[in-house]
């Protein structure tokens, strides 16, 4: 969703909802374990491991979630979606969620849209605002060279290398995510954060009289538990 915040504002945030987003990443890891329990032979699974780590979620958790997804523990089935639409103030939406009830997350994923001055849109209504990469995020500290972070990155396949106040954010191909974060991590970098995402390609700017509408939808659609990631298209930073 272009910058999520500042890094303070983003540790901030997972630490007020830590619970919550062990219960996401349980559900993330689980579906990446159908692939197989082994995360040196599921790559999948692998970096489902690594972002829950990466939040300090506790290994028998991880190890719990990978027993559900290859069926030695009982659980329910989660299946990915997700839903496009607009915001207040016109501003692109895309709901990516994992779940075991599709109606009812269709009927949430709806009221909150409604109820806070938005339109749940067809597939493909927004998506053409956004590209596909993945995103690595690493906060700036004394010890990073922002030229040597720079050229480990372009040698293991980079796209591009935003300087923020705070962090950096490197840019990849989806298809040289792994081999990026892979690199990263072997020289000895931390993440913040690093996904493959949904990055815009076009923003739009919503009035003051629609921001607080828009943070309050955007809110409420991350607590849900069957919500994965929201993204936006929004020029104003919402944290």
């Known amino acids: 969703m272009g910058r999520h915040g500042t890094i303070a504002g983003r540790k901030s945030a997972q630490d007020a909802k830590r619970g919550q987003i062990f219960t996401k990443y349980a559900r993330f890891i689980t579906v990446a ?4 329990g082994d995360p040196e032979y ?3 699974l692998k970096h489902a491991i690594e972002r829950a780590k990466s939040i300090n979620m506790p290994n028998d958790n991880i190890a719990r979630a990978i027993k559900k997804g290859t069926g030695e523990l009982a659980g329910e089935s989660y299946e990915p979606g997700s839903f496009e639409g607009y915001g207040p103030g016109g501003v692109a939406v895309i709901v990516d969620v994992l779940t075991d009830n599709k109606n009812r997350t269709t009927s949430n994923v709806k009221h909150l849209f409604d109820k806070h001055g938005g339109n749940l849109g067809v597939p493909g209504c927004v998506s053409y605002m956004f590209a596909r990469k993945g995103v690595i995020i690493i906060e700036k500290t004394d010890s990073i060279d922002e030229d040597s972070l720079m050229e480990a990155a372009l040698e293991a396949g980079m796209q591009d290398m935003i300087t923020h106040e705070d ?3 490197i840019q990849t191909d989806p298809s040289d995510f792994n081999a990026v974060t892979e690199a990263l991590t072997a020289a000895g970098y ?3 954060e690093a996904d493959v995402e949904y990055v815009p390609s076009m923003e739009a700017t919503p009035s003051e009289a629609d921001l607080p509408k ?5 809110e409420l659609l991350e607590e849900d538990d069957d919500v994965q990631k929201v993204y936006h298209n929004s020029a104003v930073d919402l944290d």
């Open 33 to 36: 374990a159908k692939g197989g």
């Open 42 to 44: 599921n790559i999948a």
């Open 167 to 169: 962090c950096f954010e």
């Open 190 to 192: 931390e993440f913040v």
């Open 214 to 218: 828009l943070r309050k939808m955007i």
